[in-house]
C-alpha cells in the first residue's frame, strides 16, 4: 500500500523568507506525486504534479516540487512566502495500479506567513 | 469551463438521520470520487464512479453509498447519521479516470454537522 508522509503540521515563516513543506512517500512503484492546497472553507487546488520525465516540477503561485527517489521525499518549496500563501499543504499519491482512481493524501501541513 | 460544484454547501442533520449530497463534475468529465475530510483523521477516500460503476470502495461502513448518473452526476448518501459523520465531504472529477497520473479538481465541499 501506498502512503505519505508530512512533516511538521504547523510551518510558519516570515514574509519574504523560503517555504519548505516536507513529504515523504512510501511506493513499492513508481508514485504519481500530487501538492494540493486547500484554502479556509474551500476545497482542494492543485500546486503541482509529479508524473514522469523532469524532476523538477513547476506549480502555480511560484511554487516547485522536487522528486528524489533515493530519499523518497517530494519536498515543497517557494522562494519568498506571501501573505497569501497562508493555507494548508497536503501531499498526496496517486494509486500506481489497476484502473481505480485514487488518492492517498498525507495529514497536511498548515502555513503560516508572519508580517 | 465550470468547475466541480455541489450542493448543499452547509447541511445540519440530527443523529439517525439520512443525507443525500450531490455533485455535478466538470463538463466532460467521467470520473468522480469522494472524500471524507475531519480533523482527526484527514482526508480519506469514499469511492470512485466512473460510467456509473463503483470501481473503486474506500474503507467505510456500508452506510456510506452513493451512485452515479448517466450525466456523470454524482450522489453519495449516509444513512443513520452518526456523530462522527460530520465533516467536510469533498467530491473531485477526472477526465478518464483511466490513470493514477490524472489530475482530480475538487469542489468546494459541501460541510455537514451532525447533532
Known amino acids: 500500500a501506498q502512503s505519505v508522509t508530512q512533516l511538521g503540521s504547523h510551518v510558519s515563516v516570515s514574509e519574504g523568507a523560503l517555504v519548505l513543506l516536507r513529504c515523504n512517500y512510501s511506493?513499492?512503484?513508481?508514485?504519481?506525486l500530487f501538492w494540493y492546497v486547500q484554502y479556509p472553507n474551500q476545497g482542494l487546488q492543485l500546486l503541482l504534479k509529479y508524473t514522469t520525465g523532469a524532476t523538477l516540477v513547476k506549480g502555480i503561485n511560484g511554487f516547485e516540487a522536487e522528486f528524489k527517489k533515493s530519499e523518497t521525499s517530494f519536498h515543497l518549496t517557494k522562494p519568498s512566502a506571501h501573505m497569501s500563501d497562508a493555507a494548508e499543504y497536503f501531499c498526496a499519491v496517486g494509486q500506481a495500479s489497476g484502473s481505480a482512481r485514487q488518492l492517498t493524501f498525507g495529514s497536511g501541513t498548515q502555513l503560516t506567513v508572519l508580517p | 469551463k465550470a468547475g466541480v460544484t455541489q450542493t448543499p454547501r452547509y447541511l445540519i442533520k440530527t443523529r439517525g438521520q439520512q443525507v443525500t449530497l450531490s455533485c455535478s463534475p466538470i463538463?466532460?468529465?467521467?470520473?468522480v470520487s469522494w472524500y471524507q475530510q475531519t480533523p482527526g483523521q484527514g482526508l480519506q477516500f469514499l469511492f470512485e464512479?466512473?460510467?456509473?460503476?463503483?470501481?473503486n470502495k474506500g474503507n467505510f461502513p456500508g452506510r456510506f453509498s452513493g451512485r452515479q448518473f448517466s450525466n456523470s452526476r454524482s450522489e453519495m448518501n449516509v444513512s443513520t447519521l452518526e456523530l462522527g459523520d460530520s465533516a467536510l465531504y469533498l467530491c473531485a472529477s477526472s477526465s478518464q479516470g483511466t490513470t493514477n497520473q490524472e489530475t482530480q479538481y475538487f469542489g468546494p465541499g459541501t460541510r455537514l454537522l451532525v447533532l
Open positions: 463538463s466532460g468529465h467521467r470520473s
Open positions: 464512479y466512473f460510467s456509473e460503476t463503483q470501481r
Open positions: 511506493s513499492s512503484v513508481p508514485p504519481y
